[in-house]
Each structure stands twice: as structure tokens, then as C-alpha cells.
């Protein structure tokens, strides 16, 4: 009476391989049938409940299903019986099998699916724990190698950090003034703007490429503010005065007038 209700699976534990019918094939291969062919719960049947662990066969169907002989499957059945493996009821339209234990071989849907999302939700949580773990140490890595290096670093003003020997030159590359005065405008902005600020970790760094970016800026405005050379005026004025009057006309150029 297999239907798709019992379209599952079961589990056969290992120490299936000492059970006392495990050598005897014929019994072995009819127990295995009758796990896969019992209801997995309760079910109506032409009137009549059939329970978990049950099922509605007959010899013959029982013979075609498991591939033995009609006497075989009898001669399994009551060995089966004997061991209280399986019990058996039998009436002129129907025999009713029921396996004895089946909950060893099949656990509840609900049983199952909750020992599976507990595992799930476990699993998912160590990874999560794992990977939070990851993240923070990886976090605190940085942190600690960044304060490592700014353990050398001495702080002027309020918040520009430098090394004593990054501040040595920029003083040689500025003179002392000059330094002065950009750390007193990175310091300026840290107090403008303290988030992003925030984003410059190396200051000396930051000074110099400040400094490179205030003078390419400088650089392109004086390209495009250049006066015209003394040298070219002179020598459009020359070409002004080159100019050829042709004869019999009256014409002037720069200040003296020609009369042909």
C-alpha cells in the first residue's frame, strides 16, 4: 500500500551488521521491504485506520516487491515474527504488517526538520560568530598597528602627529616659518572638519601633498594670466612700419607722411 506519503528515506544504523538475521538474505531483504513499504503516519483505508509502522500487503504482493518467492516470503515472515521484528495479522482480502520498532528506522517529520534546523541555526551561528570574530580581529589589528606607529609620533598643535624626524625636514624643505605654517593649517582643518580629517593617517604625507596640489594650482593660474612679451610688441611695431605705399598715393605711417 506504498503511496507518495512514504516517499522518503530511513536510516539503518551500523550495528544493523550484527543483527541476527543480517547473513540470512531472504529475511534480511523482507525487513528491508517492510520499512520502505510502512506508513509513516496514521492513514484511512477502506475503512479501517492504519497506523505508523503499518501497511496493507499480501504474500504475492510482498513477493513482487521484494523479488522472493511466495514461500520464501512466508518462510521470512514468521522468522521475522519469532523476534518480534514484525507482527502480522492476516484475513481472506488483506494481511496487515506492522514493524514493532519503526521508530528506530524513521524519526517523526517534526522531530526531523526540528534537530535539522536546530543544526542549521547552530551551524549558521558559529559561522556568524566566526566571521564577527574575523572582523574584529582583523579591526583590532589595524588599530594596534596604527597606534604602534603613531608611539614615535609627537603631537603639535592639537591633532598633527609627527615623527621628530619628519618634522626635521620640513623644516630644511620649508624653513621653520613655512612648517609652522602648514602644520597650523592641517591642524586648522582637523578642527573644520575632524571626520575627515580623521581619514588622513600619515600628516607628513598629507603636508607634502597639500603643499604639491597649492602649487600646480599656482602654476596653471600664472599660465594663463602670461603678458605679452616686450620683445613681440617691438616687433609688431616694426612690421607696422615696414608697410610699402604704393606709387602716386599719399600716405602716412607712424608719424612721417610720404607724397609721391
Not at 503516519?41 to 516487491?65: D, P, V
Amino acid at each position: 500500500m506504498a503511496d507518495e506519503d512514504n516517499l522518503g528515506f530511513i536510516k539503518i544504523h551500523r550495528k544493523i551488521l550484527k543483527w541476527e538475521w543480517y547473513t540470512d538474505v531472504p529475511v534480511k531483504t523482507l525487513f528491508i521491504h517492510c520499512l520502505f513499504g510502512a506508513n509513516y503516519k496514521a492513514k484511512k483505508w477502506h475503512g479501517i485506520t492504519i497506523e505508523r509502522g503499518q501497511f496493507i500487503s499480501s504474500y504475492n504482493r510482498l513477493a513482487s516487491g521484494s523479488g522472493l518467492s511466495v514461500q520464501k516470503v512466508r518462510t521470512a515472515l514468521n522468522k521475522l515474527k519469532t523476534t518480534r521484528e514484525v507482527t502480522y495479522k492476516s484475513t481472506n482480502k488483506y494481511t496487515m504488517i506492522t514493524v514493532t520498532n519503526y521508530s528506530a528506522y524513521h524519526e517523526r517529520k517534526s522531530s526531523s526538520n526540528t534537530m535539522s534546523n536546530t543544526m542549521s541555526n547552530k551551524r549558521a551561528t558559529n559561522e556568524q560568530q566566526t566571521s564577527n570574530k574575523q572582523v574584529t580581529t582583523t579591526k583590532k589589528d589595524k588599530k594596534d598597528k596604527k597606534d604602534k606607529k603613531d608611539k614615535n609620533k609627537d603631537i603639535y598643535l592639537d591633532f598633527v602627529k609627527l615623527t621628530k624626524e619628519e618634522h626635521e625636514k620640513l623644516e630644511k624643505r620649508f624653513g621653520k616659518e613655512g612648517a609652522k605654517q602648514r602644520i597650523w593649517n592641517l591642524n586648522d582643518y582637523g578642527h573644520r572638519k575632524k571626520k575627515r580629517f580623521n581619514e588622513y593617517t600619515d600628516h607628513y604625507r598629507t603636508i607634502l601633498n597639500w603643499d604639491r596640489k597649492d602649487e600646480n594650482e599656482k602654476n596653471n593660474s600664472n599660465s594663463k594670466r602670461q603678458p605679452v612679451k616686450k620683445a613681440e610688441r617691438k616687433s609688431e611695431e616694426q612690421q607696422s612700419d615696414n608697410v610699402i605705399i604704393p606709387s602716386g598715393r599719399k600716405g602716412t605711417v607712424g608719424k612721417i607722411t610720404i607724397e609721391d
